[in-house]
Each structure stands twice: as structure tokens, then as C-alpha cells.
């Protein structure tokens, strides 16, 4: 079980960085939505969404507890709050939750309370932004040359938005589908909203796949050229793990293919937007599964240098 | 091992067979299209459990590691084998419920994380074939066996439903069993340095596999390591695959028994097809002799020449029951060539409007479009309501189904028979013969209707006849007599001859009694054979009552009958007049004091018997007596016969045997020129 407890961290990681991305994709959504169709569409809309995003948070703060050898103590950390990023990633990621979990509560219960939940929502955005940001400043650590450059907090933040923005389109599919069942009066509009969030997340996740394999270019190269610690993190990614390697970068390449390749059919067939579901969904799993792939390969590769 | 191994792979291999034999005997149930996916997993499985026998009976190197190479193929496969025969026999049998649509989303971020694990494994320093054996069984075991499961289960519970008790238990025992196979099977792997194989594995080491990872024991997150190779041969005596090797006999077990359901249900299916074909020909059978029990009846009404109206309103009542209707009515032209309604009969549910007993016009599109065709016609769910509106005639009920047929009469359409439901349920190709076996006997009985009164003017011309006869024979001759007597008097009146004038007097004195004892048979006949319906035993009994009274002559009759003496009416009427005909011969002839009479019913035909004990006569063979051919002549009418029996001094016996209704020849009923008659008024 010691080697499970490790993959508590890339469960934490990427959840947290999926639900941060969900987030701020659904709320730009959201103010979109808000000015051209109105609250009640709009709620509409992000209701199943934040319910999702906020059960996504908590089983990825549930997930972090396995990594602790105390987990009763784990609020303790914050107490380090002005020196450790890894004080302020608990904190921030707290108060995350809290925040989606308050406009998860907002929306239930005082769903005419518009101000209120752009405010709130705003505020868990931020909150999103930041954890991910803190969650990377933890892995810029002198002693761990893999980790410790600008790639990592690029390879955080396009996890999120690569996840985020693929992660909302489905959840959105899911949300039509149910419409479509339920013969939602606002289902003409709900599907025109759909249809430009597919179009633009289709384009957000072939720029960031195109800058996460940059990214890794750029890694490579800087192992290449920051000493013998560096090149034997460069010997595991391409040597013992070269074919996760390959697998992962394979998966993000077929992915963002397949969303492609999916999107264009869809308008130039004019197919139903409720058939894109599982194609969406299976591309979804797909990008999941090489994100974890990669996530697991960040830390592989890290070795230790000094004492 | 090897042993445990070669039953192993045996037990999987019969249920291969079994599945595979199952489908290609066929069958319409759900679970046959899933058997393919059972036959091939048990095939493929088969191989796995072979290729470990060998592995574990020491072969050479080379062989080896061709069978593990094999195995390597042949244990994902399987899996994946199971996997899809697992995913059918869950979604493709049974409907799921919709909230199960939520399972793929919410496993999707677990699924992810357990296949990049998986992934990562691969990596670690144990031989290739300990990672696909692990997530073979994780990935593809553990779910296709619980989804065959649970699929066996919902379908044990469907045969529960179904009343299929035998068939439900054994579903619920291979449910269990796959659940159980998930368990032992799917959980219970190689030994592996990573979690959670490290904690619940069958130690194989005889592989080369790693020994099981022991330093996690004070992790608090550990799961106590109770199912591990040692564990289990301490616990039981026998090895885990021991073990597996009975869940395996056990899921075998059960699912083949689960197969033969296919058979009792084939078997079940074939008995209540013969139930219902029986059922289906005992219902045509009913149909068949009610049809022909109605038919019959209507025959019987008509050969008893009942009232026309009776007679079509049975036709309309039986039609109504017969044809499952709501509403049966007949219409018939009339001289002005429009079609009235005659009679109609309704179903309870139905209620008739005030305006029934009166005159009303038929004037459907439809039925007016059947009258004029001459042909059957029957709805067939697709006519519009306008044309349907106007058929319930006298009631307010709507229409849905309708069937017509018209009343062909000397091939001329003279009415039409309509029959109608309410509920939609169309009128099939069968029903319109039946109607129109229904039409043809209101034809038949609107026909004997019209010989019945042609026959009754005939019997008034000819009783005149009778009448105009016997004046003639009788008091003519008697005024005639008279005359010539009135003038003989006038003469010996003038001559002065009063002694020949008292004769002559005394002569037409007993000529005038004679006169008036005729006038007053004839009278009484009259009377008699006219006053038919109390019934014609009761009107004999009336008339030897004043026959008796008026000439002395004592009668004695003996009347054996229960009150039904089963002649037709014409018959009836003759056998009066006969009666009356033998007695004037009794009074004139006989000079009789005493008559017997015997009035019975034998064998189908009624007998009358009339003896005297008068003077009696000689027969002779050529003997044209008048009124002795008369009676034979009416006997005979109605297809009867008669005998006359005499000795002189002994007396004379008439019998008369007339047959009974039922053993009548029609052609003695309705003689040929009555079938040229035109069509009677409806006002008949």
C-alpha cells in the first residue's frame, strides 16, 4: 500500500487543477451567458456544473489526506502560511471549497441572489487560480532540478485549462442531454450556448496541448543543459519510462485529433449537439488519462540533488 | 496442481461447449444473443487454465515460453470476452434504470487514475506476464463478472416475475456464482511489489513472481493480508486454486442448469402455443354451432310460419350476438324505392330513443352505397367519422366498425343487414359470410312470409268453392225440390185432394229439416275451421260438441295429445275439414247412433281415427266416391295419407295420419307457382 499512498498526490493535483479549470471555464461561461441571455438561463446552466466542481473538490482534499502519515493534522500545515507555499496551497485550497461550496449553496437556496453568486463565484476563480499557482511554487524546490523551473508552473496551469475546458464541455453535454430528455423550454438557447463553448474549448485545448508539448521541449532542453542531476532525470523520462512517455504524449496528441476531428463533423454535418456526448466524453477520458500519465512522470523523473 | 489446473480449464471449456450448443439450437429469449460472448470466454479461458497446467507440470524451456506467450494472449482476451458478455447480459437484456446513466461520469475520473496506475506498472522490474495477469483480472475480470452478476440476478428476478420460480433460482445461483467468481477470480492476483496486489494475491512463486511486499504492515491504511497463498492453505488445507477451481465448477454448475431454462421456457412456449390453438379451436367450434344453432332456430321460426317481424328480429338479435356487436338493424325497401328500417337490436349498453316502433328512413351514405353495389362491405378502421354518424338509427351511440350486406332477393338488392361496434375492433373477412347467411334466411323468411298469405287467399278462394259447392248440392237442390213441391201442392189444392196434400206436405216438411240440418253443419264447419287459434284439438273439441248436439249422434273421443299436435297449419286446417267430412258422411250415411274418435301423436305424424257403428257399405276398388276423394285429396295436400275401412253392417272406420311439421316434404308446402312471387309490401 506505500506506493498507492504516493499516488495520492497526482489524484490531489490533478482534481484540484481539473476543478480550478472547470471553474473558471464555467464562469467566463457564466458572465457570457449572464449579458446575453439572462440569469435564468444562466443558472440554469452552471447548476450541475458547481454541483460536480464541488464534489470534484472535495474528493481531491479527501484524496490528499492518503498522502499524509497523520492525516487528523492536516489543517495544521496552515499555520506556516507566510513561509511555505505548501501552507498557503492548503489554505488556498480550503478556501476554494469553501467558496464553491458556498455558491453551490447560493445557487440551491438563493437562486435569484445574482450579485451575490457572481461574487462568490469570482471569488472560488481566483481562489482556483491561486491554489494552482501555490501547488506549483511546492515543486520549485533548488534541490529538485527537474522541478525547479518555469515548466512546471506552465505544466500546472495547462492541466487546468486543458482539463477545465474540456471537462465543463462534457459536463454541459451531460446537461443538454438531460434538457433534451426533460423538453426544457430554453433548450434552443442552451443549445446555441453549447455549441460556441465546444468551438471555443475545441480551439483553447489545441493551444495548450500545442504549448504543453512546447513545454516539454523546452523541459528536455533544460535538462540537457543543467548538469548530471538533470540528465539522470532526462536518462528515467527517456529511458525507463520512455514508453509511459510516448503513451502520453500519444494520448494528448489523439486527443486534441479526435476533439478536432469531432468538432468539425459536428458543424459541417450539422449533427445534434446531444450525439457529441460520448465522442466528447472518450476524448475527455483520454486527455484525463495523460494528464495522470504526465503527472505520474513529474514524479518520476525528480531527482534529488545534494545531501 | 496440474490436476486442479486440467479440471480448471475442463469446467470452463464444458461451459464454452454448453453456451455454444445452446446457441445454435436457438432461441427468442435475450440471453441467446449474449451466449456467443459466454461460449468464447469459456473457450479462451479453457486455454488459460491448460496453458497453467503445463506451465505447472514442468516442461521444457522453449515450451514454455511459447505457452506463456499463449497465455499472455489468451488471459486479456478472456477478460475482454467476459467483459462484453458481462456489459450484455447488464444492458442489452433488461432495460436499466435512467439514474444508472450517471455511473459512466462519475467513474470516469477513477477509471482514469486505475489505467494510467495500471500503465506505471508495467514499468516496475516483475516479467511482463504478472502485470497482465493482474490487470487483466482488475480490469476486465473483476467488472465483467460483477456485470454478469448482476445481470443473472435482474434476470432472476425477471423469471420471478414471470412465474418462472425454477428458472429464477437457478439465474439467482449463477449471479451469485459470477459474483463469487468476481471475488476469487478478479481480486485474488499474482504477488506484485505494489498495492493493492501486494496485500491480496495467490503468491505464485512457482512463476518467478516477486514475493509479496511485507513492510507495510503498520501502514494505518493497510487491509490485514488474510487472502494470501499461505493464509489460504492454513485456513482450508488446500491451495487458493483449489478453491477457484470449486467456485469454477460451481458458476459452470449453474449456469449451465441456467441454459436449460432455454429448453423449459422453449417447451413452456410450445404448450401454451397448443393451448391456445386448442382454445382457438374449441372457440371456432362454439362459433361454428352457435352460428348453426341460430340458423337453425330462424329455419324452425320460418317452417312455422311465425310472424314475419319475429322472425327478422331474431335474425337481428342473433346477428348481434354472433358478430359480438353493438348494434344489428335491417332495412327494407319499400314501393317508393326508399330504404325503412324494419327492426334493430342493440346491446345493453346502448339505449334506444323514443322514436323506435315508428316509420324511419334509412339514409346512410353507406348503406345506400351497399344497396345499390349489392355487395358485402365492412370497415376497416379508416373511415371518417361523417360517414359512420348516421348508422345507430333510434340510438345515440358512435360508431366505429361497421359491416353490411345486402338482401338479395331473385338477384335484386331489397334490403340491407348492418351490424356495428362501438369499440374499435374492425369486422374481419369471416364475419361478413355469416351475416350474409343471416341476410339470405330474413330473404328466405320474407318469402315464406309471402307464400304463407298466397296460401291462406288460396284456402278462402277454395272453402268458397267448398261453400258455393254444397249450396249448390244441397240447399239449391232442396229450393229447387221445393219450388216443384210449392207447385204440386197448388195443384192438388185446386183439385181438392187433401189427402195427398197432407203427403206431399209431410215429404217437404222432412225435405226443409234435411235443408236446415245441412245449413247448420255447414255453419258450424265454418265457424270451426275458422277459429284456429286456441288450437286446432281445442276447436275439434268445440265442434263434435255442437255436431253432437245437433244430429244425437253420441261421440266419444279419446285425445292422447299433451296439447301440440306438431302440424303445420295448413295441415291443421285439413284435417278438420276431413273430421268434418267424415262426420256428414256419418250423419248422411252411416245411420249411426254412436262415433268414436282417437285423436294421437306417433312416430312424426298425427293420427286421427273415426269409427262408427252405422249401416256401414261395400268398398269398391273403383269407387269415386266425392266426398270419400275429397277427404284423400286433402290428406295428401299436406303429405299425408288416408284410409277408409267398411263392412257392411259393422260400420265404417276413416284413419287419417298427417305428418308432423318437422317431416314435412317441403315441395307438399309451397307449391311451384308461389316461387315466381313478387316482393311483398314492407307494410306486410
Known amino acids: 500500500m506505500v506506493n498507492l499512498r504516493e499516488w ?146 506552465i ?15 462534457v459536463i454541459l453535454l451531460i446537461n443538454l442531454y438531460i434538457f433534451t430528455l426533460n423538453k426544457d423550454s430554453d433548450l434552443p438557447l442552451i443549445r446555441d ?21 512546447g513545454n516539454y521541449g523546452f523541459q528536455i532542453m533544460e535538462l540537457i543543459n543543467r548538469g548530471s542531476t538533470a540528465h539522470a532525470s532526462l536518462d528515467l523520462l527517456l529511458g525507463l519510462y520512455r514508453v509511459l512517455f ?46 495522470v500519465l504526465g503527472r505520474f512522470l513529474f514524479y518520476a523523473v525528480h531527482v534529488r540533488t545534494g545531501i | 496442481m496440474p ?87 447488464l444492458t442489452q437484456m433488461t432495460p436499466l434504470p435512467s439514474w444508472t446513466r450517471i455511473i459512466p461520469g462519475i467513474l470516469t475520473v477513477p477509471l482514469a487514475f486505475i489505467i494510467t496506475y495500471a500503465a506505471t506498472t508495467f514499468v516496475t522490474p516483475s516479467p511482463i506476464h504478472i502485470p497482465i495477469d493482474i490487470w487483466s483480472r482488475y480490469l476486465l475480470y473483476l467488472p465483467g463478472s460483477i456485470m454478469a452478476g448482476i445481470g443473472f440476478i435482474r434476470q432472476s428476478n425477471e423469471h420471478k416475475k414471470r412465474g418462472f420460480q425454477d428458472a429464477s433460482y437457478l439465474m439467482m445461483g449463477a449471479g451469485i456464482a459470477f459474483l463469487t467468481e468476481a471475488f476469487i477470480v478478479g481480486l485474488i492476483v499474482p504477488a506484485a511489489p505494489y498495492g493493492p496486489v501486494s496485500y491480496y494475491n495467490y503468491d505464485r512463486v512457482h512463476f518467478d513472481s516477486i514475493p509479496a511486499d511485507t513492510s507495510a504492515n503498520n501502514d494505518p491504511f493497510t487491509i490485514i493480508d488474510w487472502l494470501d497463498y499461505a493464509h489460504v492453505l492454513q485456513a482450508t488445507g488446500q491451495p487458493i486454486q483449489f478453491w477457484r477451481m470449486l467456485s469454477a465448477v460451481a458458476l459452470i454448475f449453474f449456469v449451465v442448469r441456467s441454459l436449460d431454462v432455454f429448453d423449459a421456457i422453449e417447451r413452456r412456449r410450445i404448450q401454451r402455443l397448443q393451448e391456445e390453438r386448442d382454445l382457438a379451436h374449441s372457440n371456432a367450434r362454439h362459433l361454428a354451432e352457435s352460428w348453426a344453432e341460430a340458423l337453425m332456430k330462424i329455419n324452425r321460426e320460418i317452417a312455422e310460419l311465425k310472424e314475419l317481424d319475429a322472425i327478422l328480429f331474431e335474425i337481428v338479435c342473433s346477428a348481434r350476438k354472433l358478430l359480438n356487436s353493438d348494434y344489428v338493424a335491417l332495412g327494407l325497401l319499400e314501393e317508393k324505392q326508399r330504404l325503412m328500417l324494419r327492426c334493430f337490436a342493440t346491446s345493453e349498453t346502448i339505449i334506444a330513443s323514443p322514436t323506435v316502433g315508428s316509420s324511419v328512413q334509412v339514409e346512410s351514405e353507406l348503406i345506400l352505397k351497399v344497396l345499390k353495389a349489392a355487395k358485402p362491405y365492412r370497415t376497416s378502421g379508416e373511415e371518417g367519422t361523417n360517414r359512420l354518424a348516421d348508422l345507430c338509427l333510434c340510438t345515440d351511440a358512435i360508431v366505429s366498425e361497421a359491416a353490411f350486406v345486402p338482401l338479395m332477393f331473385n338477384n335484386v338488392a ?105 245449413v247448420r253443419e255447414n ?60 262426420l256428414a258422411n256419418v250423419r248422411k250415411h252411416a245411420q249411426a247412433t254412436e262415433v268414436s274418435i282417437t285423436l294421437v301423436r306417433q312416430v312424426g305424424c298425427a293420427h286421427l281415427e273415426i269409427s262408427d257403428n252405422g249401416i256401414g257399405f261395400v268398398e ?13 285429396e286433402r290428406a295428401q295436400q299436406v303429405g299425408g295419407k288416408l284410409s277408409i275401412s267398411s263392412k257392411v253392417g259393422q260400420g265404417t272406420t276413416v284413419v287419417c295420419v298427417l305428418p308432423e311439421i318437422d317431416q314435412v316434404n317441403p315441395a307438399h308446402m309451397v307449391p311451384m307457382y308461389m316461387a315466381s312471387a313478387s316482393m311483398p309490401d314492407p307494410g306486410y
Open chain 2, 414 to 518: 331489397v334490403g340491407v343487414l348492418w351490424s356495428v361496434r362501438t369499440e374499435s375492433d374492425p369486422y374481419n373477412a369471416d364475419d361478413l359470410p355469416g351475416l350474409e347467411r343471416l341476410a339470405n334466411q330474413a330473404v328466405i323468411a320474407i318469402q315464406h312470409g309471402l307464400m304463407a298469405a298466397q296460401i291462406q287467399s288460396l284456402a278462402v278462394v277454395g272453402e268458397r268453392a267448398r261453400i258455393a259447392r254444397e249450396m249448390h248440392d244441397g240447399l239449391a237442390q232442396i229450393l229447387g225440390y221445393m219450388n216443384l213441391q210449392a207447385q204440386t201442392l197448388e195443384a192438388l189444392l185446386k183439385q181438392n185432394k187433401r189427402e195427398n196434400l197432407f203427403a206431399e206436405i209431410k215429404q217437404m216438411r222432412e225435405a226443409i229439416q234435411t235443408a236446415h240440418a245441412d
Open chain 1, 155 to 169: 505544466a500546472f496551469f495547462c492541466a487546468m485549462v486543458l482539463l477545465g475546458g474540456i471537462g465543463v464541455t
Open chain 2, 523 to 582: 255453419i258450424l264447419s265454418l265457424r270451426t275451421t275458422l277459429s284456429t287459434e286456441a288450437g286446432v284439438a281445442s276447436a275439434m273439441l268445440e265442434y263434435l260438441d255442437g255436431f253432437s248436439l245437433q244430429t244425437g249422434i253420441d261421440i266419444k273421443l279419446q285425445n292422447h295429445l299433451d296439447g301440440y299436435l306438431g302440424l303445420s297449419p295448413l295441415a291443421e286446417v285439413q284435417l278438420v275439414c276431413i273430421l268434418q267430412e267424415a
Open chain 2, 3 to 89: 490436476i486442479i489446473y486440467f479440471l480448471y480449464g475442463l469446467s470452463f471449456s464444458g461451459l464454452g461447449l454448453a453456451a455454444l450448443l445452446q446457441y445454435r439450437r436457438g432461441s427468442i429469449l435475450p440471453l441467446h444473443k449474449q451466449l456467443p460472448w459466454l461460449a468464447a470466454f469459456g473457450l479462451a479461458y479453457a486455454g488459460v487454465g491448460w496453458a497453467d497446467m503445463f506451465l505447472t507440470s514442468g516442461l521444457q524451456t522453449e515450451v514454455q515460453g511459447i505457452l506463456r506467450l499463449l497465455r499472455m494472449i489468451l488471459q486479456p482476451l478472456s477478460g475482454l470476452l467476459l467483459l462484453r458478455f458481462g456489459w450484455g447480459m
Open chain 1, 246 to 291: 510516448i503513451i502520453r504524449v500519444a494520448l494528448l496528441i489523439c486527443g486534441v485529433v479526435a476533439l478536432v476531428i469531432v468538432t468539425l463533423w459536428q458543424r459541417r454535418r450539422s449533427k445534434p449537439l446531444v450525439r457529441l456526448l460520448a465522442p466528447v466524453y472518450l476524448t475527455f477520458l483520454i486527455f484525463l488519462i495523460s494528464e
Open chain 1, 8 to 153: 495520492a498526490l497526482p489524484i490531489y493535483t490533478i482534481m484540484m487543477q481539473m476543478s480550478a479549470g472547470s471553474m473558471l471555464a464555467l464562469w467566463v461561461i457564466n458572465i457570457v451567458v449572464l449579458r446575453r441571455y439572462g440569469h435564468e438561463i444562466a443558472i440554469k446552466l452552471i447548476k450541475n456544473p458547481t454541483m460536480i466542481i464541488f464534489v470534484t473538490v472535495a474528493t481531491a482534499m479527501i484524496g490528499s489526506h492518503y498522502h499524509l502519515s497523520r492525516p487528523a493534522f492536516s489543517l495544521f500545515a496552515i499555520l506556516n502560511f507566510q513561509s511555505s507555499w505548501l501552507s498557503r496551497e492548503v489554505a488556498f485550497t480550503v478556501l476554494f471549497a469553501l467558496l464553491v461550496g458556498i455558491l453551490l449553496l447560493l445557487i440551491f437556496y438563493r437562486p435569484h441572489a445574482a450579485k451575490a453568486q457572481l461574487v462568490t463565484g469570482w471569488g472560488a476563480v481566483t481562489m482556483g487560480v491561486i491554489t494552482v499557482y501555490a501547488m506549483s511554487r511546492v515543486y520549485l524546490l533548488p534541490t529538485q532540478i527537474a522541478w525547479n523551473s518555469i515548466t512546471t508552473p
Open chain 1, 193 to 213: 450556448v453549447i455549441q460556441r463553448v465546444l468551438t471555443i474549448s475545441t480551439g483553447v485545448v489545441v493551444a495548450v496541448t500545442i504549448i504543453e508539448l
Open chain 2, 620 to 632: 269398391q276398388a273403383d269407387s269415386q266416391r266425392f266426398g270419400l276423394q275429397t277427404m284423400r
